[in-house]
Nanobody, 117 residues
Framework: QVQLVEFGGGLVQAGGSLTLSCTAS????????MAWYRQTPGKQRDLVAR???????NYADSVKGRFTISRDNAKNTVYLQMNNLKPEDTGVYYC???????????WGQGTQVTVSS
């Protein structure tokens, strides 16, 4: 299983920006589909953005045009650039790796993002 460590959460005012990063410490990073999910108290974990091993991306409607997911396979790292943040973007953000060979999921420990109005 891939070990994932996230960085970059914090407190930001509405309209501000944050960049999250997630580094994999094991496994063959390039074969993983990488994604960011968001969870708020009492709710399920929802997909925010996903990037395939080939670089194809998809986003939740609520973040399209504001968030950008990217990956650097040489650094075993996936990023989430978040611009024009809104209070509803608040939550714990989890990095996910889906191994397209073993079909196994791995999760990071989560990083808190809080957007104040």
């Amino acid at each position: 299983q891939v070990q994932l460590v996230e960085f970059g959460g914090g407190l930001v005012q509405a309209g501000g920006s944050l960049t999250l990063s997630c580094t994999a410490s094991s496994g063959i990073f390039s074969i993983n589909t990488m994604a960011w999910y968001r969870q708020t108290p009492g709710k399920q974990r929802d997909l925010v953005a996903r990037i395939s091993s080939g670089g194809n991306t998809n986003y939740a409607d609520s973040v399209k045009g504001r968030f950008t997911i990217s990956r650097d396979n040489a650094k075993n790292t996936v990023y989430l650039q978040m611009n024009n943040l809104k209070p509803e973007d608040t939550g714990v953000y989890y990095c996910n790796a889906y191994n397209t060979v073993s079909l196994r999921n791995s999760w990071g420990q989560g990083t808190q993002v809080t957007v104040s109005s």
